[in-house]
Structures are given as structure tokens and as C-alpha cells.
DNA sequence: CCGGTAACAAGAATCAATACTATTTAAGCA
DNA sequence: TGCTTAAATAGTATTGATTCTTGTTACCGG
């Protein structure tokens, strides 16, 4: 009683959007990333699969950022770092929470933990320039 | 040339509604328990407000999570527990990222590191219940 | 080739969040 | 206390990201 999921040419594209880019995309980048070479996509398409892509584990969300939601293909461990200002995402390679805390955490709480995520936010080094004063 | 800040009874009572609960509540959340004692408050004085406090660190923000901005009022460094079924926030107080991490990803990246948030994904105790089959 | 169903496009609907405008009210001062 | 004025608000309209609906297309097994 599985649910198949068939194959297509916009998921495949979809993916590898995101997949190919480290800028942390949200559904509407993806969409006019496409565009040209998929000119019938449909927005609601894009929606749908990254949402598929996220309930299976292929992608992870960064979180909604200016009111937009986006996303990261890189699964390997690392942070984000978002910038209060212009809302750009910054991978952080190699940074990393305390190892075993999530299991920690999980056996502690007596809670099921799938996923941890460690973010900083602040002043990305363009934004810092165009700020005279502090904060 | 400031900006003034008047006293207001509605943000008063809009801050206590946020530091008197454990349930980081959205601003729809706030609304309707203020409502009973504040019959003509209006939500976009609620948003406003919020707003205003997170601007001036008085409150911090959790996150979007299921579509709505949920905040905290407590300051105290702890963590926090998102239950990816029911939405619910846990708090973890005790549970922290490294020591002086912030200031090493600043120092490394040229960054202006803000504030730092480690945040767990899974499921809750009461979720872990309902949900017979893994994941 | 045919039937069943996943995937899709297009557009409508939803709803959290914001913007706008007229009104109210806090705060300083005579 | 009464006056002034700009902050704060209520109420309503609007925005915009996301989701849903409907009808169509295309893949797959038989």
C-alpha cells in the first residue's frame, strides 16, 4: 500500500535547482530560475515538491526568512548564518552543536529527535559597512 | 532627535501577556487573550507591538512555524523543542550551544554575530503516542 | 491500445501580516 | 486644570506567500 511517486522532468529540475546553488532558495527563486527552460511550471508545482523534497528528507528548510520560506539542498552538517538586514544566508561549514546533545536532549525530555539546527543571526559583512552606528 | 515611547496600557498588557505564559505564543494567540479585557484592541496594535519589542530585545522570535510567528519572552538562555506534528514548543532550559562559538564564527567569518538560537525538530511526547508507525 | 492514477497548469481561495486613515490619548506646559 | 501635538490605536482594506480546486496531461502496467 505504498504510495508511488512517479517520475518527472520538473521535480528532477526542481531538485537540481536547488541542489546547485548555495544561496538557500525560496519557492519563488526556484520558479524564475526555471522559467526559461520550463515555461509551462507552475508555481503550485514548485510549492509541491519542495514540500514533497522536505517530508522526505532531501531537503531541509533554513526557516522563513522575510516572509519567505527557504531552502537548503546541502545536507551535510553545518549552520546558517542569517543577516538581519538583507536576509542573505551564509553557510557555516564545520560548525556544529555539542556532539550527542541531541540524543541527550531526547532521552532528557523523553522526546523524539529528528533534526537540530544551529542559526546565527546579525550583520552580514555588507551589511556592516552600510551601518555607521552600532547594532 | 529620538523617537519617543509613550506609555501605552495596551503594550503594557501585550508584554505581560507574553512574559506570563510558557507557551511562546503568535500574535493571533495574544489577541484573543487579551480580548476579554481589552474588547476593542485590534490586531494590528498586537503586531505593532510585538514588533516593537523585538526590535528593543525585549522579546525574541521562535520562528514561523505552521504559517504563524510564535515568540518568547523569556531571555534566559535555553533552547527550544519544536514538535514538527502538533507545532507545540518545548522549552529546554540548561540546554545551550558551545561556549563562545558566537564569537569564534564572528572572528572567523567577519560577521556580526546578534544571537544564536539552537533549535530541535521531532516529535513530542504526546505526538510520539499517536504515531504507531515510525516517523 | 486502454484504464487507472500521479503529476501537472491555471487560477481561485486562504489567511497571516501589513498599510492606511480617522480617532483617541499620553505627556509636557502654561 | 485646560491646551497642544504627536504617538498610539481601532477598524478596515490590502498585500502576498502559500494552499487548494478543477480539469488536463502523461506515464505505466496489462
Redesign the interface.
Known sequence: MERATRYSKKREAILAAIQSTRCHPSAEWVYQRLKPDHPDLSLGTVYRNLALFQANGTIHSV??IQGQ?RFDGDLSPHSH?IC?CCGQV?D?PG?T??AG??RA??RQ?????????????????DC?QQEPFD?
Request: glycine share 10%.
Open positions: 526557516g522563513v520560506e548564518f538581519n551564509i557555516l560548525v552543536p555539542k546533545q541531541d536532549v531526547s525530555y523523553g522526546l523524539k529527535v529528528q533534526h537540530c539546527e544551529l542559526t546565527f543571526h546579525g550583520l552580514c559583512p556592516i547594532l
